[in-house]
Structure formats: C-alpha cells, structure tokens
C-alpha cells in the first residue's frame, strides 16, 4: 500500500506541474487587485453554453491564488463550457502573530468578494464572454473553493440581518463541490489545513457566530442541486468531512449527491491528466445541459 503523505505529494505535483493557461477575458468586479474574473470561452466554438463558475482552493490563503486551476477552466472549456475563473481576497502573505504560515482569509472580505462575484457575474459574462449562457449557471469549487460553492448556492438561508443574504435563491443550475471544507465542525476536529477553518473565522468569541453565515453545514437545506465529488484517499481534506456536510443536508430534509473515487487523493479532481478530472466535468456537464 503506498505511502498516503508520499501519494499525497505526487497527486500534488502532478496538479500543479501544467502551464498556466490564460484566459480569452478579464474583467474586474470591484477596485482590489483580486477582485478579478478571467473568462475562457467554450473550445468547440458554439454560440451558447452553460457558464461554470469555478472557485479555487488554497486554504483561504494568500499564496494559493487562480492560476493554479487554469489547466482546470481549460480542461471544461475544451469540453464545451464557459468557465468564469473568480479571484477573490485571502489571507495575507504576513504569518499571524506566533504562527508559522499565511492565516487562512479575510474577514469579511473573502465572503465580500464572492457574494459581489456572483451577484456581477451575469452582467459581467454577457458583456466579456457572449458564449456564456448565464440562465444556465454551476458553481463548482475544489476544497476551501468547495466551501465557497455551497455557501454562494445558500445566501438565501444566510441568517436574518447578514449583509450577503439573497432574497430569494440565486439562478443556479447547481453545485458541484470537490472535496469541500463542507462541514466545519468535522473540519476544526480533524485540524484540516493546519488550523485554516479557526483563522478563516477568528478568535473563540467570534467563531460562533461567523460559522453561523459561513459553515455550509448549517446552511441547510439551500433546494438547489448539489453534488459532492471526494477521493476516498485525501488526506488534505478527509472523506468524513464531505460525508458529515451529507449527512447534515440529510437531517435537513436535502438529498445532496457523493461521488466517491476510489484510489483518489486530493489533487486529481482539478488536474487535467488524472481521470478523475473527467469524473467531475461529467457532474458539471450534468447539471449544467
């Protein structure tokens, strides 16, 4: 049996050793540097398609930012699709006081970003990215990005007063998170990413009550399509956490779909030589035709 850390590290690599691919546009959705959205037109030259909006992991943290999936947003545009690549604020480059590594994202503004991405993406598509369809609209979004895919798809369910809240449910086709941070409590037990989940939502006093807008377990049921894709060999965010946010949905009343791979760690769902990429464009291309 392979060495899970040494397995880990090669899936890792493997992920991370295509060329960046750039995209067909940029636009801006707000004045920061990383409130940005690169668009990458369908490969196959069609006149409409579904627009997939793909919102990278990383931790929440600074260093892990959209280029690292752009093989991925290629990957679905050679398979039809429009893709919208979302960059949005994270943790700072600066370690936290008496840590050793970049805290895990900004509070509010990683949640800022995304809400105003989502709310400016239709207007935004149709005037960089004709191709894009957005009445036919999938978030997908790989690990701490997961966890911005469901939580984009459950504004409506925000708490009374939360500054993201939708009135009503936003125009999605669906979901489909690849291995999420889905389930926070599941996530701060098993100490995913080194601690990220706390320094996304701050001190103990302040936890509670941000895991109340944030935490995509409690934000149940949404009444929007939803699909958890998981290797049942990660090891960066372990199988019982997409199982706990299922689990959750369950309790709520919400079936919400797990696709399991066996063999699979973390990395090969967004990399374009593993099969498992394959796997997850057909979730998308499910929902989305």
């Not at 098993?190 to 935490?215: F, I, K, N, P, S």
């Not at 709520?252 to 399991?260: F, P, R, S, W």
Request: charged content about 20%.
């Amino acid at each position: 049996m392979p060495d899970p850390v040494a397995r880990d590290a090669a899936e890792e690599e493997s992920a991370f050793s295509h060329p960046a691919v750039a995209p067909d546009a940029s636009v801006a959705y707000g004045e920061h540097p990383d409130q940005v959205v690169d668009f990458y037109a369908p490969r196959d030259g069609r006149a409409s398609a579904p627009l997939v909006v793909l919102l990278h992991g990383g931790a929440w943290r600074a260093p892990y930012d959209r280029q690292h999936v752009t093989p991925f947003a290629d990957f679905l545009a050679r398979r039809g699709l429009a893709v919208a690549n979302v960059e949005y604020r994270r943790g700072r480059e600066i370690p936290q006081q008496r840590g050793t590594g970049p805290v895990a994202g900004r509070w509010p503004e990683t949640f800022d970003d995304v809400a105003a991405a989502l709310d400016a993406l239709p207007e935004l598509a149709r005037r960089a990215l004709p191709q894009a369809d957005p009445r036919r609209t999938v978030v997908t979004g790989h690990s701490a990005g997961g966890q911005l895919a469901l939580w984009a798809a459950a504004r409506h369910v925000l708490p009374a007063g939360s500054p993201w809240r939708l009135p009503a449910p936003p125009a999605l086709r669906g979901v489909v998170a690849l291995a999420p941070i889905a389930d926070f409590a599941h996530a701060v037990g098993l100490d995913v990413c080194g601690g990220a989940v706390r320094q996304l939502l701050g001190a103990a006093g302040e936890y509670e009550q941000r895991a109340a807008h944030t935490d995509p377990a409690v934000l149940l049921p949404t009444g929007i399509a939803t699909v958890v894709v998981q290797g049942r060999t990660d090891i960066v965010v372990p199988q019982a956490v997409s199982e706990a946010f299922v689990d959750a949905a369950a309790k709520a009343g919400e079936t919400v779909g797990l696709t399991l791979l066996e063999e699979v760690g973390h990395f090969p769902l967004i990399d374009p030589a593993a099969d498992a990429c394959a796997v997850v464009a057909e979730e998308i291309a499910q929902l989305a035709w």
